[in-house]
């Protein structure tokens, strides 16, 4: 049975009748759970984790985390501004990113205590170049990967995330010509990992920190893999995380250096935490050798994930009326005129088409898509076809209902058109 735990007929009603459809809606009460099983990660010497915001940037979502300890993980200069205009301390924030800034605010953050990781050797000359002598962290692509698809891989050959590990040599070359002092060494091997692949890219990053005196922290990113769908298993943190500390401790005993650990999730701390909540609008079918289709008011503009991944979503139907209904087959589409935005697809081929087994749906009955916290609201085809981005709203501890965002206006989407003279 498909279920969305915190979102039941009742509150997904409420919550239309007060800020209409499609939404998010987020659940704090998950979020603190998600928060506090992340920060009770399993550690020898000292543990700093960090949200990777990337996952879902809302200014209350980097608060309520920050409030509870999590620092923050940034992966562009622009998650960096935003973390601080929420009010997150430059202190708290660690900067790796594709795109090297070429951005005052960077001198600034940094200033303010910002670490950086260098993620290319181009980005350590950079880094040198603007701030000689002081502490850099080094991403490295540790030669190995793993991700819930092949797309959200990033470690081993064919990925560009961080420097090759066997030039570690340059590293070294280009931090002593600048000065720097290497204080930490950094991988991410991908999003949805296998925990045994996580667990083998512990002991490759070890041998880069072995190759760095100066090194006193290990971050080992993110890509703890959370079941979405009931078949799908969720990384226990607690039972990968002993057998981390455990190569820890035998590094310290070898080398006499306590690495501290840093970890760094975006999926984890917020996968469940969220669902979209949408009406559906329309149906149809094909026939007898075709599907019967649900068509919601929803879709790649709130959630990328099936169209670009393949990504299996839970999925509810909410009768208007209240009724229990027979069981029945859909393809459930979303609204955008784009073959592609389906929210069915086979598991990991987004190409084809896997009908779900879903309560038998009416036109006007609300929908429930959960597992929508991470790579969601951040990650959407939002405003193709103009429709307004979604409102983000949270079921507080009390069951009152807070907007974190507001519908989209069209002046909104339009704001930045200028007119030419047509
Ligand atoms: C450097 C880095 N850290 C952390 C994360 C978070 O990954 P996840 O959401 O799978 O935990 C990512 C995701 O792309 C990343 O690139």
């Not at 562009?76 to 090297?100: C, K, M, W, Y």
């Not at 979503?313 to 029945?328: I, S, T, W």
Request: net charge negative; aromatic share 8%; with cysteine.
């Amino acid at each position: 049975m498909q279920t969305i735990p915190f979102l039941d007929s009742e509150t997904a009603f409420r919550i239309r009748d007060a800020f209409g459809a499609p939404c998010y809606v987020y659940d704090e009460a998950t979020l603190r759970d998600t928060a506090n099983q992340v920060l009770a990660f399993p550690n020898a010497y000292g543990l700093t984790a960090r949200y990777a915001m990337k996952a879902c940037p809302n200014a209350n979502i980097l608060r309520l985390f920050s409030s509870m300890g999590l620092k923050i993980d940034a992966s562009s200069i622009h998650e960096a501004n935003r973390a601080v205009a929420a009010g997150i301390p430059a202190s708290d924030i660690s900067l790796s990113t594709q795109e090297f800034p070429d951005d005052a605010s960077l001198v600034a953050l940094v200033e303010q205590g910002m670490s950086v990781n260098a993620c290319s050797l181009y980005q350590l000359e950079c880094y040198g170049k603007l701030f000689s002598g002081k502490n850099v962290g080094i991403r490295f692509n540790p030669g190995l990967g793993s991700g819930g698809t092949q797309r959200t891989n990033v470690g081993g050959p064919a990925s560009s995330f961080g420097v090759w590990y066997k030039e570690a040599d340059r590293v070294k070359e280009i931090a002593e010509k600048y000065g720097l002092n290497v204080f930490r060494i950094h991988t991410h091997i991908g999003s949805g990992s296998d925990p045994e692949v996580w667990l083998k890219a512990v002991s490759l990053s070890l041998d880069l920190v072995r190759q760095f005196e100066s090194a006193g922290a290990l971050n080992l990113g993110g890509g703890y893999k959370v079941g979405r769908m009931e078949d799908e298993a969720t990384t226990d943190l607690q039972k990968i995380g002993e057998s981390m500390k455990v190569e820890f401790e035998a590094f310290a005993a070898e080398t006499g250096r306590q690495i501290r650990l840093e970890v760094e999730p975006g999926t984890y701390l917020v996968a469940n935490t969220c669902a979209i909540l949408a009406t559906i609008q329309d149906m149809t079918s094909t026939g007898e050798s075709g599907y019967d289709f649900i068509k919601l008011d929803s879709g790649m503009t709130e959630n990328a994930r099936p169209s670009m991944y393949g990504a299996q979503h839970p999925m509810v139907v909410f009768p208007q009326d209240g009724e229990a209904r027979a069981k029945k087959e859909y393809i459930v589409t979303g609204h955008c005129c784009e073959s592609g935005d389906i929210l069915t697809p086979g598991p990991g081929d987004p190409e084809s088409l896997s009908p779900r087994t879903l309560s038998e749906a009416k036109i006007g009955d609300l929908f429930g898509v959960g597992g929508a916290g991470a790579y969601c609201s951040s990650m959407s085809a939002k405003n193709y076809n103009s429709f307004p981005e979604s409102p983000e709203i949270m079921i507080r501890l009390d069951g009152q209902l807070s907007v974190m965002r507001k519908r989209q206006s069209l002046e909104q989407i339009t704001a930045n058109e200028a007119t030419i003279g047509f």
